[in-house]
């Protein structure tokens, strides 16, 4: 199975999109954000929590490419921000077990 980090490095998204969500990561709460997009009393993982925004933004994309009338691109920058600061979270997160870990 591929690792989620890897999932979300192979998106390829439309620049507008992505410089939009860059902008919108000053303002990301984890615990309010992903408590609204995942619908969730308590925020998951960061592992767990990609996984989920990876399928819900793979919908949209799917709806933006199909120009479906149900798209949001407010939705899927919002998807997108959670995704990124995600992301580089869990990055943080292995980074540091990295730098913690006993050499042998």
Request: proline residues 4%.
């Amino acid at each position: 199975m591929e690792d989620v980090l890897t999932r979300v490095s192979r998106l390829e998204r439309p620049q507008i999109l992505v410089q939009t969500a860059r902008q919108g990561l000053t303002d990301y709460y984890r615990n309010r954000h992903l408590r609204r997009l995942l619908q969730a009393d308590v925020p998951p993982r960061a592992s767990d929590a990609l996984v989920r925004l990876l399928d819900m933004e793979a919908a949209l994309d799917f709806q933006r490419r199909q120009d479906r009338a149900a798209y949001s691109i407010a939705r899927h920058v919002e998807v997108l921000i959670a995704l990124m600061a995600e992301a580089a979270s869990l990055r943080a997160t292995r980074k540091s077990r990295r730098r913690l870990e006993p050499l042998d």
